[in-house]
């Protein structure tokens, strides 16, 4: 793991060692704060979360409750 100033000094380095494929972890004030990874990497990363994911219907479908099920609401009372 990089300091922060070390990763500043050394940025080239840093840069290299991420696109020969080790992501570099770097800290700031003695805790581990980002990974600098290789462009490739982080699209591989992107796609998958992405591929992963559902659509928001999907999402909304897998509530708990059968399907079709509605949970009754009751309005507030507002004074104007």
């Known amino acids: ?3 922060l100033q ?8 840093v840069v290299e060692a991420a696109l020969a494929g080790v992501p570099q972890e770097v800290s700031r004030r003695g805790r581990p704060a ?9 699209y591989r990363l992107l796609s998958g979360a992405r591929d992963g ?4 219907a999907e ?4 509530f708990p409750g059968e399907a079709g099920e509605r949970i009754e609401v ?3 009372d507002v004074d104007f």
């Open 74 to 76: 009751k309005p507030r």
């Open 6 to 13: 070390d990763a500043k000094n050394r940025f080239s380095a």
């Open 53 to 56: 994911r559902g659509s928001f």
């Open 1 to 3: 793991m990089w300091t």
């Open 34 to 42: 980002v990974v600098v990874l290789s462009l490739d990497e982080y």
């Open 59 to 62: 999402h909304l479908l897998a």
